[in-house]
């Protein structure tokens, strides 16, 4: 690998402070100062983190306001972007170094550079019409229209009703409880997982999936009561109350069982039959509470709690069931990738209580594990406590000389 011969100056997109500063300082040290961070105006290069939520708005952004500037994007997934460079998470010297010998090749080329410009731009003038599918569509959401609500959408009160906030007895009630696994012994701990693969949430999850791809009503059935799912509204039916489904939800599937669910498609007779309004459920709503009720207190098997997780971001709590200590468990994984059992120390949270929370969010898909070095080795900051007291428990301790 060549050694790069001069600084390039690089602006950053898509990243926060600490990120931000992390590759700063891997730029300026490992790799020997190959180049500088420096503002989007006086850049050479882009360089967006296309694990971003709204990485796909960030490109679209660059290309718009600065044609031809080479972009360089970061993904944990391989990219392959027309007009862009890659560079696998987590990164090392021998990749940065190797895009920056390209693209110093291509800023090298002085008068061939501008000929093939209007071709690109006619290209990119066509792409709304044919826009072609990458994997930065998946981290953009598309918005549907807002439409009328109509009188049968009002009577849906499952699915519109707003959020439950639990405490900690109330929700020890509301999730359930585990015999085999006690929380206070940390040694414990990593054992405390589950696989949703072997629950009515993996199958639910699958075929939500499933209905999403297909754009079309599907009707999952099972040994228990059959799951409607209707992908353009958003929704599920069920024909069962909370109760009933928290105690399907802890049942582990036998072998035997999963031979008895199946997928199928619901004919427009059976999408348009008439059905109980108030047991329509949003999905997301739906998943969560599943997810809960799966978890018991436990982590989803595949996450290692001993490695760093992130929220891409923050739930909708005004329509979920709020756990105890989520927005503060929110608000920590949001701003810095932390280990679940760092977040038990540093929120001092109770471990089922964490668990329970990132288990809901990866149901959801809100939650990704950390496969950056940075975030491994810095450990995350200790908020003061001082500043986590509420205004009684200040005044309190004023007047006991605290």
Not at 102 to 125: C, N, S, W
Not at 291 to 318: E, H, M, Y
Request: aromatic share 8%.
């Amino acid at each position: 690998m060549t050694k790069t011969a001069h600084s390039y100056r690089i602006a950053l997109h898509g990243m926060d402070g600490r990120t931000c500063k992390t590759m700063e300082m891997y730029l300026k040290g490992p790799c020997r100062g190959a180049a500088v961070v420096v503002p989007a105006e006086a850049a050479q290069i882009d360089m967006i983190d296309a694990d971003h939520v709204k990485a796909r708005e960030i490109l679209e952004q660059c290309k718009a306001a600065r044609p031809g500037r080479p972009i360089i994007l970061l993904s944990l997934q391989t990219l392959q972007i027309d007009n862009t460079f890659f560079v696998k998470k987590p990164v090392n010297v021998e990749q940065i170094l190797g895009v920056l010998d390209k693209i110093g090749a291509l800023l090298k080329a002085p008068e061939v550079k501008p000929a093939p410009a209007p071709a690109v731009t006619a290209a990119e003038e066509q792409r709304p019409l044919a826009p072609p599918k990458t994997t930065l569509d998946v981290y953009v959401k598309p918005v549907k229209p807002s439409q009328p609500i109509a009188n049968l959408e009002r009577q849906k009160t499952a699915k519109h009703q707003s959020a439950m906030q639990l405490n900690e007895g109330g929700f020890t009630a509301f999730l359930g409880t585990l015999g085999d696994i006690d929380f206070d012994d940390e040694v414990q701990l990593p054992t405390a997982c589950y696989d949703p693969r072997q629950f009515f949430l993996g199958y639910v999850q699958s075929a939500v999936k499933t209905a999403g791809l297909q754009v079309r009503p599907l009707r999952l059935s099972s040994i228990w009561k059959p799951l409607y799912i209707f992908p353009e509204q958003n929704e599920v039916w069920l024909d069962a109350d909370d109760k009933q489904l928290r105690a399907f939800a802890g049942v582990a599937f036998k072998s035997g069982t999963a031979g008895n669910m199946s997928l199928s498609a619901l004919e427009p007779a059976a999408v348009d039959k008439e059905r109980d309004p108030e047991k329509y459920q949003d999905v997301a709503g739906f998943i969560w509470k599943l997810a809960l009720w799966t978890s018991k207190g436990r982590f989803p098997i595949g996450l290692d709690i001993q490695r760093p997780v992130f929220l891409l971001r923050w739930p909708n709590f005004t329509r979920l069931v709020i756990t105890p200590d989520a927005l503060r468990i929110a608000a920590l994984l949001v701003k810095t990738p932390t280990t679940p059992i760092a977040v038990c120390r540093v929120l001092n949270v109770k471990p089922q209580y964490v668990f329970a929370f990132i288990s809901a969010c990866h149901a959801l898909g809100l939650l990704r594990q950390s496969e950056r070095e940075a975030d491994a080795v810095i450990a995350p900051p200790v908020p003061d406590r001082a500043q986590n007291q509420g205004l009684l428990r200040k005044i309190l301790s004023k007047l006991r000389g605290a």
